[in-house]
């Protein structure tokens, strides 16, 4: 089942922070992050496995509650180079870390 | 490195046609995926590979095949095209760390 991700969409300024949410019914093993700017093919940001501890990249930082089964990516001090649409990826822990993504969540940062 | 590529980048096809979209990656990597985006969506898993001559099928394989007989190629089939299959196709590669290169994509307009 698909990862819910809140919200929808954000629009900052340049500076301000963020959170985004994950959120799954289902046990997790571990959460990957991904940014896609449009037109473009995602990248990847990182994961966070069960068990391990947060993680940070450049002002972006994300963590995983395993009991709640919810990941959140922080943007912090956003820059106009963080917008796009950022997707979560579930891992059920299967072989071949099959990823369910979640359906977005698109920020705009604004000069 | 070249990383992951797509061709082709757009195509046109016409209901009932067949076509093969074709993905290479030269980064060795055993994992290969193929998803497709539709406008707006997150990415949804098509099929998957966890290594030459071994293939298994994600969340939407309906409609399409593939084949891998060597670690680069991973081909995405479609026989007889159909207007839902319209969508971006993305092919991936994973690397050691679990993080999944993507490829530039190819557009596919089924009309």
């Known amino acids: 089942q698909q990862p819910v991700q809140s919200p929808q969409a954000v629009i900052l300024r340049e500076g301000e922070d963020a959170v985004i949410n994950c959120s799954s019914s289902?046990?997790?093993?571990?959460v990957h992050w991904y940014r896609q700017k449009h037109g473009e093919a995602p990248v990847f940001l990182m994961i966070?496995?069960?068990?391990?501890e947060q993680k940070g990249h450049d002002k972006i930082s994300a963590s995983f509650n395993e009991k709640k089964q919810q990941s959140s990516l922080y943007l912090t001090a956003s820059q106009l180079s963080y917008s796009g649409t950022y997707f979560c990826?579930?891992?059920?822990?299967?072989?071949?870390?099959?990823?369910?993504f979640g359906g977005g969540t698109r920020v705009l940062v604004k000069p | 490195n070249a990383g992951v590529t797509q061709t082709p980048k757009f195509r046109i096809l016409k209901i009932g046609q067949s076509m093969t979209l074709q993905c290479t990656q030269d980064?060795?990597?055993?994992?290969m995926y193929w998803y497709r985006q539709d406008p707006g969506m997150g990415l949804k898993l098509i099929y998957y590979?966890?290594?030459?001559?071994?293939?298994d099928k994600g969340e939407v394989p309906n409609g399409y095949n593939v084949s891998r007989s060597t670690t680069e190629d991973f081909p995405l089939r479609l026989e007889l095209a159909a207007p839902s299959q319209t969508s971006v196709y993305f092919c991936?590669?994973?690397?050691?760390?679990?993080?999944?290169?993507f490829g530039p994509g190819t557009r596919l307009t089924v009309t």
């Open positions: 990826g579930t891992d059920r822990g299967a072989a071949g870390n099959k990823l369910t």
């Open positions: 991936a590669s994973e690397g050691q760390g679990a993080e999944q290169y």
């Open positions: 980064m060795n990597h055993n994992y």
């Open positions: 966070l496995l069960k068990g391990g």
């Open positions: 590979s966890v290594g030459a001559g071994i293939t």
């Open positions: 289902k046990a997790l093993y571990s």
